[in-house]
């Protein structure tokens, strides 16, 4: 147990669904983020969040969007997603931005049909 | 690409055997990270070394970094079965506050 969940931990959806991932750290970190994993390519940053603030949002399409209600949540809004889409998201958390270590939840499996 | 490349991209041994893993990357680093993941589950940090070390040990754990190679290498003695899983190193890069990963090595240990 790294303290950092996710929730649900496998979701198959159609490209019509709205669905949201839910992430909480419970390390009492000031730092969050979200990555797309996909099968032979390296971790993709999507969005990091400081004191419940966006710093950084790597060119991310519009159907992906987070939202930080507070420093232990992060959320990820899923719509009208494609197929292409399908990886393992993974939210992980550290102690300040420029910490030097992440602590990773265990990823949600997002399958889109 | 600012991206960390792990060599080899997979790497099969029997228990007992050494392990070893590289990555190199472009430019200056604040630090260089090493990350297991567990197939199919999140990542865990392994161990942290800045670009002012060499070496560094935890456990079984050696890492070592050449700033002038732009290389580093993480080496996993007397292995074990369930040191099978994907090792990705991460670096830190000066300016940046968020760390880049590479495509990570896969290791299968037999027993």
């Known amino acids: 147990e790294t303290g950092v969940t996710q929730t649900p931990r496998h979701l198959v959806m159609g490209m019509t669904n709205k669905k949201s991932l839910k992430c909480e750290q419970h390390?009492?970190?000031?730092?969050m983020y979200w990555y797309k994993q996909s099968a032979k390519k390296p971790l993709e940053l999507m969005f990091v969040?400081?004191?419940?603030?966006?710093?950084e949002n790597n060119s991310v399409p519009s159907r992906f969007s987070p939202e930080c209600p507070n420093s232990s949540h992060l959320f990820l809004h899923l719509h009208t997603l494609q197929p292409e889409d399908s990886a393992l998201y993974l939210c992980?958390?550290?102690?300040?931005?420029?910490?030097?270590?992440?602590?990773f939840g265990p990823g949600t499996r997002l399958t889109v049909l | 690409s600012q991206q960390g490349e792990e060599d080899p991209q997979a790497l099969s041994i029997q228990e007992g055997e050494n392990a070893t893993m590289n990555c190199s990357y472009k430019?200056?680093?604040?630090?260089l990270q090493w990350y297991r993941q567990n197939s199919g589950r999140g990542l865990v940090h392994l161990i942290l070394?800045?670009?002012?070390?060499r070496e560094k040990h935890s456990g079984r754990l050696r890492v070592t970094l050449d700033t002038s190679k732009k290389s580093s290498s993480l080496l996993i003695t007397a292995s074990r079965a369930a040191d099978t899983a994907s090792y990705f190193c991460?670096?830190?890069?000066?300016?940046?506050?968020?760390?880049?990963f590479g495509k990570g090595t896969m290791l299968l240990v037999s027993p």
């Open positions: 992980a958390s550290s102690q300040a931005l420029a910490a030097n270590e992440q602590f």
């Open positions: 390390l009492g970190h000031n730092a």
């Open positions: 969040y400081s004191l419940e603030e966006r710093v």
């Open positions: 430019t200056s680093i604040n630090n």
């Open positions: 070394i800045r670009s002012n070390e």
């Open positions: 991460a670096t830190s890069y000066s300016g940046y506050s968020t760390l880049t």
